[in-house]
């Protein structure tokens, strides 16, 4: 088939690569406009533009797919199939009615579990033991279209967000593949999604982000690996900001007061509404990210301080 690849962020480029390397012939992509990045906040290309660019591959930056410019340029390239992955905009009807298979979207959960941006943050967040992937038929709802295949994936108990997507992003890669294959042989067949089992799963915001020392250990280790690498747990010293990287509870640790910090020849620890968990690296505002016993020395942690 003919296809042009929508995407925009690093996740996607997996499934664009193995698209390219694919019997189907890519004509283009559509990516997010540059952005500023950076110190110099110079416009940046998207991953997804940055590969088609190193490829010779035409490059569609639409600052909103409705636009006549665009779906002018969409007609004229005729793809029989757009497949997507975290494209990141709405796709208008006039888009979606294009190729004559239509979008189909890649999206990093068990559908309908986890639609939204951020299905694998929640899945981590949420504690759930099993994730996946799914490929289905883009249509006006939010990730509501009809599911061609999917495959499964178990969350591992130290998974952060970026270790998963990255599981995914590879895995699920082929399983897009797959389907446009059996698009074009006319075997594929799209299932609509159950009714029940419907989630959410809308983009964690920084405040999402701050460590919540209240909450039982399990939920802190959880909302901290769900926040790794962004938007980046954090939480506060002084007064002061820091980040934070995965933490490990210990079962048999000391009682601590929720955020009370404890310093131990080895481990620095920090308590929450149950056991305490032992800090993995820490990042003060504008330090490199050190282990939390070098953080603790130099930062000289008197018995009794706490985080938040």
């Not at 906040?41 to 490829?55: I, K, N, Q, T, Y």
């Not at 249509?139 to 591992?156: N, S």
């Not at 460590?211 to 690498?229: E, L």
């Not at 070098?294 to 985080?307: P, T």
């Amino acid at each position: 088939m003919r296809v042009i690849f929508a995407g925009t962020p690093a996740v996607a480029v997996p499934a664009l690569a193995a698209v390219a390397a694919s019997r189907h012939e890519l004509l283009a992509v559509v990516t997010r406009p540059d952005a500023p990045a950076g110190r110099g906040r110079g416009l940046v290309r998207s991953p997804v533009g940055a590969w088609a660019d190193e490829h010779g591959v035409e490059v569609l930056t639409p600052a909103r797919p409705r636009e006549p410019e665009f779906l002018r340029r969409l007609r004229e390239l005729a793809p029989d199939c757009v497949p997507v992955v975290a494209y990141g905009a709405l796709v208008p009807p006039a888009a979606l009615e294009i190729p004559r298979h239509g979008w189909v979207n890649l999206h990093f959960s068990l559908l309908p579990a986890w639609r939204g941006a951020a299905p694998v943050q929640h899945a981590v967040l949420h504690g759930d033991e099993l994730t996946g992937a799914s490929v289905f038929q883009l249509e006006e709802g939010l990730d509501t279209g009809p599911i061609y295949g999917t495959l499964t994936d178990e969350v591992r108990p130290t998974d952060t967000s970026g270790d998963l997507l990255e599981r995914l992003a590879h895995s699920g890669a082929g399983l897009l593949v797959a389907v446009l294959d059996a698009i074009e042989d006319g075997t594929a067949r799209a299932e609509p999604q159950p009714a029940d089992g419907v989630s959410l799963a809308p983009k964690l915001t920084v405040e999402d982000a701050r460590v919540r020392w209240s909450d039982p250990a399990f939920a802190v280790d959880r909302r901290i690996r769900a926040c790794t690498p962004a938007p980046g747990p954090w939480t506060t010293f002084r007064g002061e900001r820091v980040k934070l990287g995965p933490v490990t509870p210990v079962a048999d640790g000391p009682e601590l007061k929720p955020g009370e910090l404890l310093v131990e020849k080895s481990r620095v620890l920090a308590g929450t509404a149950t056991v305490p968990v032992a800090l993995g690296e820490v990042r003060a505002a504008g330090k490199k990210a050190m282990p939390a016993s070098d953080w603790a020395r130099g930062a000289r942690v008197a018995a009794g301080e706490v985080f938040g």
